[in-house]
C-alpha cells in the first residue's frame, strides 16, 4: 500500500486500523451482554438472564458492586493480587523481545519491505492456533496450570535461543516465530476470575492493575535491554528476558497454591453452612414431633 493514492504505507496503518475498529465495536456493543444483573442485550431473552443468574448463585459468584477508594486499597493490598501479577507481569516483559524480529530480518538484507512485514505474522498466526487449541483443552480437562506452564515453557525456549543468538539464521527466525506461541495471559486471566468469583472487588481491578504496571515498565525497560543501536542482537535484552520467563513459571505455582488453599477455604465454609442449614432444621422439627 506504500505510495498508493500518494499516501505513505505507515499513514495506511492507521487508516486500515480505523475502519476495522469501527464495526468491531460496534460488533462488540451489541454482542457483549454486560452482567445478568444489568443486561440489556436484546438478544438475551428473560429465561437465559434468569439462568445466568441461577447458575452464578450456584457457583456462589458474588453480585459486583461500584469499588470505594477504602476497598481499593483493601484490595490493592491484597497478597492474592500480587501473586497474580507476578506471572501476568514477567510474562509481558519476557515477551517483549519477540517484538524484534522485523528488525532482524531486514538486517539479513535478503528480504523486501513487503517480506519484512509479511513474515512476522506467522507468530501473531501461532498465537491465535495455541491460545485456541490449550484454552479449549484446558477448560476440557479442568485444568489451567498445566497449559499456562506449558505457553511459559515455549517462551522460555524461544528466549534461550535468541539469548545465545550465535545460531544458523533459521534457528533464529524459528525463535522468533515459536514467540507467538509464548502467550499465556488469557488463561492466567479466566482462572484466576474462576477461582476468585467470590471477591468481585480483586477480579475487577487485577487486570487493570496488571496492565498499568506493563505500560508503566515498558515505557522505559525497552529502552535499556533492547537499545536501538545494539539491534538486531542486544547485549542484555534476551538474557534479561530469560530471567523475566523463569520468574514467570516460579510465580506460577505460587498462584497454583494460593488458589487450592482458597478453594480448600471455600470447601470447609460451604460444609459449614450446610451443617448450620441441617442443625437449624432438626430445632424446627423437634417441637412438631413432640406434638
Request: charged letters at 15%; proline letters at 13%; zero cysteines.
Given at each position: 500500500m506504500n505510495g498508493r493514492y500518494g499516501i505513505p504505507g505507515w499513514k495506511w496503518v492507521f487508516i486500515i486500523d480505523g475502519i476495522i475498529s469501527m464495526p468491531v465495536a460496534l460488533v462488540g456493543f451489541y454482542c457483549l451482554p454486560d452482567f445478568p444483573e444489568n443486561s440489556r442485550a436484546p438478544w438475551l431473552t428473560k429465561k437465559d438472564r434468569q439462568f445466568a443468574l441461577a447458575r452464578a448463585k450456584a457457583h456462589k459468584k458474588v453480585k459486583p458492586t461500584p469499588i470505594t477508594p477504602k476497598r481499593f486499597v483493601k484490595v490493592f493490598l491484597n497478597p492474592k493480587l500480587w501473586v497474580f501479577l507476578a506471572p501476568y507481569a514477567t510474562g509481558c516483559l519476557g515477551n517483549i523481545g519477540f517484538n524484534y524480529f522485523t528488525l532482524y530480518l531486514k538486517s539479513l538484507g535478503k528480504f523486501t519491505i513487503q517480506q519484512v512485514n509479511l513474515i512476522p505474522t506467522a507468530s501473531y498466526g501461532l498465537t491465535f492456533l495455541t491460545l485456541l487449541i490449550s484454552s479449549s483443552l484446558s477448560d476440557y480437562f479442568r485444568n489451567r496450570i498445566f497449559f499456562i506452564t506449558t505457553h511459559q515453557i515455549i517462551g522460555l525456549t524461544a528466549t534461550i535461543l535468541l539469548a545465545i543468538w550465535k545460531l544458523p539464521e533459521a534457528a533464529i527466525i524459528f525463535a522468533y516465530i515459536l514467540g507467538g506461541a509464548a502467550s499465556c495471559q488469557p488463561l492466567l486471566i479466566s482462572w484466576f476470575a474462576e477461582s476468585f468469583q467470590d471477591e468481585p472487588d480483586l477480579k475487577g481491578i487485577n487486570i487493570g492493575t496488571g496492565n498499568t504496571m506493563i505500560y508503566c515498565l515498558?515505557?522505559?525497560?525497552?529502552?535499556?535491554?533492547?537499545?536501538?543501536?545494539?539491534?538486531?542482537?542486544f547485549k542484555y535484552g534476551y538474557k534479561?528476558?530469560?530471567a523475566f520467563w523463569v520468574v514467570s513459571a516460579s510465580a506460577n505455582f505460587l498462584l497454583y497454591f494460593y488458589i487450592r488453599n482458597h478453594k480448600?477455604?471455600?470447601?470447609e465454609r460451604s460444609a459449614a453452612e450446610k451443617q448450620e442449614e441441617v442443625e437449624f432444621t432438626d430445632e424446627k422439627i423437634q417441637p412438631v414431633q413432640s406434638l
Open positions: 515498558t515505557a522505559f525497560l525497552p529502552l535499556g535491554l533492547f537499545p536501538s543501536k545494539e539491534a538486531p542482537h534479561i528476558s530469560v480448600k477455604t471455600q470447601a
